[in-house]
């Protein structure tokens, strides 16, 4: 399986960007976003029950940030609004199989950086 991550980049802080990721295939029980920001240890930014679409965010990136998924066309998106300079980070997505309890496949991250 793998792992596509797309629609990073430049933005000031307050405007939005959406993250998407494209999966080769769709046995997956779940997907996720997570984020590396410089220097820091990477961190868990919420997830997506594959078949159920129930989403989880955590607190700090809830309201601001919305996860959503295709299953027809096997892609994951993060919709970011409100950025802010740090959120500035390498996101990844992942994506734990059906077989599994963990992430065991992971996308390659892509840039956000929010200037301020």
């Known amino acids: 399986v793998q792992l596509q991550a797309s629609g990073g980049g430049l933005v000031q802080a307050g405007g939005s960007l959406r993250l998407s990721c494209a999966a080769s295939e769709g046995t997956f029980s779940s997907m996720g976003w997570f984020r590396q920001a410089p220097g820091k240890e990477r961190e868990f930014v919420g997830r997506i029950g594959w078949r159920s679409g129930a989403t989880y965010v955590v607190n700090s990136m809830n309201g601001r940030f919305t996860i959503s998924r295709d299953t027809a066309k096997n892609t994951l998106t993060l919709q970011m609004n409100n950025l802010k300079p740090e959120d500035t980070a390498v996101y990844y997505c992942?994506?734990?199989?059906?077989?599994?309890?963990?992430?065991?496949?992971w996308g390659q991250g892509t840039l956000v950086t929010v200037s301020s």
């Open positions: 992942a994506a734990v199989p059906v077989w599994s309890t963990t992430y065991d496949y």
